[in-house]
């Protein structure tokens, strides 16, 4: 069946740091990608997403590109603020189904 | 602009008793999604909504659980005779009119309902 795994956190930097959360992916034919964020007492919110093969998400800095050769969808932004402290969950939309399968979520803790 | 909306918030309640949660959708948005979220883990699909209508359940969805959505807006879940694996963060999401899984639109999540089961 289709699955996501993302790398385990958490993941610490200091701001202005250079951030890339892995993400790979198994599923059958053309699944659309996710990234949804989880802020500190609140709920998941989409960051970005990506809909075909070599398509790139972007939100608030962050970019991720959808390649299907190696079946991965990594997030990454050039420079973390403290405000970016959340946790990141890379998901996946399959076949006629409209549910989300989920990584089980990377905690990403930027320090000042 | 209001987002989905859930409550309760929180809910701790012994094992054995039945518990019911209520998820408001957007206004307008025709599917609706249950999702169970465990410490640590993802969000787990549970089941789906395309207005009144039932279309996908999990496995994860034993009979102690029925989630239900009367007139194709709000919709319940609700789990009888509840176990301390029931003990999670229960979330609802909405998708508007004209999503498909072809197309992909985004499912907008609420805060979730918290249960505690003693």
């Known amino acids: 069946g289709n699955s996501v795994t993302q790398m385990e956190g958490p993941v610490t930097l200091s701001e202005e740091a250079f951030l890339t959360i892995n993400c790979t992916y198994t599923?059958?034919?053309?699944?659309?990608l996710f990234w949804y964020v989880q802020y500190p007492g609140e709920g998941l919110q989409l960051l970005l997403k990506?809909?075909?093969?070599?398509d790139k998400g972007s939100n608030k800095g962050f970019e991720a590109t959808y390649r299907k050769e190696t079946t991965s969808f990594h997030l990454e932004k050039g420079s973390v603020q403290v405000s970016d402290s959340a946790v990141y969950f890379c998901?996946?939309?399959?076949?006629?189904?409209?549910?989300?399968?989920f990584g089980s979520g990377t905690r990403l803790l930027v320090r000042p | 602009d209001t987002g989905v909306s859930q409550d309760p918030r929180h809910k701790i309640t012994k094992r054995g008793q039945n518990v019911t949660f209520r998820c408001d959708p957007i206004?307008?948005?025709?599917?609706l999604y249950w999702y169970r979220q465990t410490l640590g883990q993802g969000p787990e699909f549970l089941t789906y909504?395309?207005?009144?209508?039932?279309?996908?359940k999990s496995r994860l969805l034993s009979d102690r659980f029925s989630a239900e959505r009367p007139k194709g807006s709000f919709s319940t879940l609700e789990i009888q005779r509840t176990e301390q694996g029931d003990s999670a963060m229960y979330l609802c999401?909405?998708?508007?009119?004209?999503?498909?899984?072809?197309?992909?639109?985004?499912?907008?999540f609420g805060p979730g309902t918290r249960l505690t089961v003693l």
């Open positions: 599923a059958t034919g053309y699944p659309s």
């Open positions: 998901a996946l939309r399959g076949g006629s189904s409209y549910k989300l399968i």
């Open positions: 990506a809909t075909k093969a070599d």
């Open positions: 999401a909405s998708s508007p009119r004209g999503d498909s899984p072809f197309r992909s639109g985004t499912q907008y």
């Open positions: 909504f395309q207005n009144e209508a039932q279309l996908e």
């Open positions: 206004s307008e948005h025709n599917r």
